[in-house]
């Protein structure tokens, strides 16, 4: 006879599965709100673990998911080359500005790879203040996600929540700031 164990996965943590079926209520409670300005975000109906990810902080620590594990996190592709990131920038600014804190970030990781000193310098213009400068310059979470079905275009935004687990996803921008994603984030939020 062959035995084995399930459920376990190296770290200790429960599979995947377990660790995420609580998302499923919080999805449900999105799915609903998905209108308006965030018509186009797809909520993910059995929420799973997001494929592991990395990206420098601004001292050029390295990231992963896991370093904001207990927060949820809206996740967010931009390059400066990206017209409709850079339209969507500020709306993603405000909302870190009103609803961020210890229990939600928005993680915006810059993907360019040539003329690093730009997007800075965009943001900079723009009068962005509130978000952190992530990047990426070799757009490698890019590529990891798009390999994974995550990512198909510029902007690309998902929603994890405070276990990592993916609840929505959006190819393309949205207005970020607007009454619908506020309350969109703040059902996310809910416990």
């Known amino acids: ?26 999805a449900a409670r999105l799915a609903p709100l998905v209108k308006g300005e965030i018509a186009a975000v797809k909520v993910n109906a059995q929420p799973a673990p997001l494929v592991p990810v990395s990206f420098a902080a601004p001292d050029g620590k390295v990231l992963g998911l896991a370093d ?31 609803l961020g804190g210890p229990g939600f970030e928005v993680v915006t990781v810059n993907i360019d790879t040539q003329r690093l000193e730009r997007p800075k310098q965009f943001l900079k213009d723009v009068g962005v203040a509130s978000l952190v400068y992530y990047s990426d310059k ?54």
């Open 68 to 98: 904001f594990k207990g927060r949820v996190v809206l996740l967010n592709l931009w390059a400066t080359w990206c017209a409709p990131c850079r339209a969507e920038m500020p709306a993603l600014d405000r909302l870190q500005a009103e």
């Open 138 to 191: 070799e757009a490698t979470i890019f590529t990891t996600l798009k390999r994974a079905g995550k990512a198909f275009g510029m902007p690309t935004t998902l929603l994890l929540d405070a276990n990592g687990c993916e609840l929505a996803s959006l190819s393309g921008p949205a207005e970020w700031s607007s009454d619908e994603a506020k309350a969109f984030i703040r059902a996310a939020l809910a416990r």
């Open 1 to 26: 006879a062959l035995y084995g164990i399930k459920g376990r996965g190296s770290n200790g943590e429960m599979a995947s599965g377990a660790v995420c079926r609580p998302a499923a209520a919080t």
